[in-house]
DNA sequence: CGGCATCCGAGTAGATACTG
DNA sequence: CAGTATCTACTCGGATGCCG
């Protein structure tokens, strides 16, 4: 049947990724370190997904700037956030020498890329909350 | 001059793109309460994102095979996602009433749907994984 | 086999205060 | 303004033991 064999080549396709993945993905080797779990813990983090999604719309933000428009966190975090974000190569940090000091921060190319990505996702998120929110609820009823 | 139009284009794009989004996603409506963070916060997961990936690949796994494939995982831990992840609707539990007892886990179609999108972004990160890594070792040196 | 209950330790986040 | 320092609170994960 047609939609079956479609839905077969789909699922091959899957797997085929999935198996390229696993060689990396994979932690039992080695079991203490992978380096892929690693890029991701930062990544999909929630605080650096809202300064990333900001610094998407707003090309250019200052320290208080995000803080405010990241709702919600603290100054120690968000610094530790955008230090870590800086090194791995996510954003870049601009500090002007005036009085009152003035640092900007702002997407790389890299984090630009990663945007486009993170945007395929959160999109696919937003669609089907209510969704997830709903099955939830009625999970939990039973 | 072109590439600059091309580049101004796709910001435009992506800027929409996050501005539809910020309705939802803007924690300042309500302050206390953002869906998609919350939605996202089990979607992006380490363990839920190794769980899916593994019953992408391998499609029905028991309890006690999925706790020897994800490497590092405890019994309460698993047990916790494979609950909430169950709960979202991302995934089936079949429970075999036999002795001993079988279950049996699988993803659902939302859940597959889900792991595309999901592979999307990891191997985007796997791809640039070493890219990262060593973007954070030369960040440290300085 | 497939969990759940309990306890405990580590790490992380938040609040507050302070500084170049 | 852009953070840092310190302390506390609390969540989360790991270990263990038990049960249907």
Redesign the interface.
Known sequence: MKSETITENQ?IT??K???K??G?????NP?EYC???????L??D?WS??II?YL??FPILRFNQIKKKV??ISSKVLSERLKML????YLSRTLYPEVPIRVEYALTD?G???????????????K??????S??AA??RR
């Open positions: 699922e899957t797997a990724k999935i198996k993945m696993f990396g993905i994979d932690p039992k079991p380096p892929i779990r690693d890029v991701m813990a990544a999909s929630k997904i809202l999604l998407g719309y709702y919600g800086e090194a791995d190569g890299f630009r890329s990663y945007l486009d990505k993170l945007l395929e996702l959160t999109e696919w998120i937003q089907y909350s209510d969704k997830v929110i099955n939830r999970y939990k």
